[in-house]
């Protein structure tokens, strides 16, 4: 009888061209199957919560999968662990009902973007933030955040290989805080597109840097033109922190790799 399996996988995403399984790229989907056919002996093809970009990291990323094989929850999670690269690691593993899907039961997806301000670039934490050297406004920042908020066609901040139906999507917030050097920004939305929270980042640090104003964003949103806005800015320190879901499926919503960010 096939049982439903569910997964929180963790990931650094710099060796990666994103999640998605492809023929000749490396990928975390194609590493993680890679590490659940050794351990279960049989292949098994995982769907996931939401695809990460090239560079992007997980924290909670939620996969689910079908399968004949019979196996303790913490047998998966370490048994895979055996087989899988060191920047990749399953954190928890349940067996949910088989109404769960980790796509579309999702309610909606977080991310958050560590930024470093600092007169000179990262080095030990190169590729795990982003980096700007001019000051930021906090104040400033928060006004443009709370102009996106709510439900908007996000054409503006969506990426020309986005594949998604729709553009309209609902942003339930954006908090942003500072931790000595390091800023961090937290979106929490009903779904995101192609490149969205990299597109709005170079926006808000544009109106954080005082180079735009927020009548500007205000117009860049109305616009709906891609090329109105600021460049696409970099993937590093751009981690999906996870979707979340109905209390009833009982996912876990928080892995001990989240405790890493500030």
């Known amino acids: 009888m096939s049982q439903r399996v569910a997964l929180g996988v963790s990931y650094r995403g710099q060796a990666y061209h994103g999640w998605q ?85 999702a309610q909606g997806r977080r991310y958050a973007f560590l930024l470093l301000e600092s007169a000179v670039r990262p080095a030990i934490e190169a590729r795990a933030c982003g980096w700007v050297f001019r000051p930021l406004d906090l104040e ?59 597109n709005l980042m170079g926006c808000l640090i544009a109106v954080g840097n005082g180079s735009r104003d927020l009548d500007w964003l205000a117009a860049v949103l109305a616009a709906r033109d891609r090329k109105l806005a600021a460049p696409t800015f970099p993937p590093d320190g751009l981690y999906f922190v996870g979707p979340y879901y109905d209390a009833m499926h009982q996912i876990p919503d928080h892995t001990a790799a989240m405790d890493w960010l500030p």
Not at 30 to 45: I, N, P, S, V
Not at 163 to 187: C, N
Request: with cysteine; net charge positive.
């Open 21 to 105: 399984s492809q023929s000749s790229l490396k990928t975390v989907q194609d590493a993680l199957e890679a590490g659940l056919k050794q351990f279960a002996a049989c292949d098994l093809r995982t769907v996931c919560a939401g695809r990460t970009d090239s560079g992007v990291h997980g924290l909670n990323q939620v996969v689910h999968f079908d399968t004949d094989v019979l196996r303790e929850p913490m047998s998966w999670v370490r048994g895979t662990n055996r087989y899988l690269p060191s920047d990749i690691a399953v954190q928890w593993c349940l067996f949910p009902s088989g109404q769960f899907h980790a796509r579309f039961s």
């Open 140 to 198: 400033a920042m928060r006004a443009a955040a709370a102009m996106l908020l709510g439900e908007h066609d996000f054409s503006a901040f969506r990426s020309s290989q986005c594949q998604a139906l729709s553009p309209v999507k609902t942003m339930r917030s954006i908090e942003i805080s500072r931790h000595g050097a390091y800023w961090r920004f937290d979106f929490d939305a009903s779904a995101f597109l192609h490149h969205m929270v990299r």
